[in-house]
């Protein structure tokens, strides 16, 4: 298991970034397999990669960057950015973060919510076998980036991709911190790169952390895998 540690910083409040493709007939999100766990230990945020990153695409890359695709492998862990401009609103299948919704929104197999999933993505899926491909991907950034309080986020959440981030680590080897100065919604990113270099942008989740009630320190709740739509 890989390990990166950081503590999420306060001082930059992330401005609305890249949202997704929106409409009523929009693909569901990527599926991924990049962050096993995201913890908060000790006051920090404790980032864990799974042992084993990939991410499916309908970029042609070629079958030597290809892998092995039993749909069982990892479950629903959605990946990466899209370059569009927007909030991070609209589209069907689950939206909510700070404005609800977490309880009743789609799991992946960590027990994240799905953002913008639902039920048409399995058929999505289903119908779209022969154009999607899954690929081994690198990790080559790290970002931490706090996105505000539930008010502000309910007012301005950011879409899939990458935010102004208050912690960035470039090609990550070792742990990285940056100071908690308060309760709120945060957002953590990993770059990724395809075995032939290809830029397959940004798998980012979205979580509130909040103060322990009894002892110090934070914890983390509500986690969302945000991603583009495929």
Known sequence: MRRREFIAGTGIFAASALAGCAGSKSPPPRKSNVFE??????????????????????????SQNALPDPDEVGGLNPVGSVR??????????????????YSSAPKTHHGRAWWHGGNY??????????AV???????????????????????NAPGAGPVPWDCRVSNPNDTETCAVEREGWYRVGAELRGKNGHDFDWECVDFEVSQQITGDGYEIQKQWKVSPRI
Do not use: C, P
């Not at 993505?121 to 022969?130: F, G, I, P």
């Not at 491909?133 to 007012?155: H, I, P, R, W």
């Open 37 to 62: 766990t995201i913890e908060a230990r000790d006051g920090k945020i404790q980032v864990a990669l799974e042992d084993d990153t990939w991410v499916k695409s309908r970029y042609d890359g070629g």
């Open 84 to 101: 569009a401009m927007g909030k991070g609103g609209g589209g069907r299948g689950a939206t909510g973060r700070a404005t609800g919704g």
């Open 121 to 130: 993505a399995v058929n999505w899926y289903d119908n779209h076998q022969d």
């Open 133 to 155: 491909t899954k690929y081994g991907v690198g990790v080559s950034a790290f970002g931490v980036a706090s996105l505000g309080s539930s008010s502000e986020m309910e007012d």
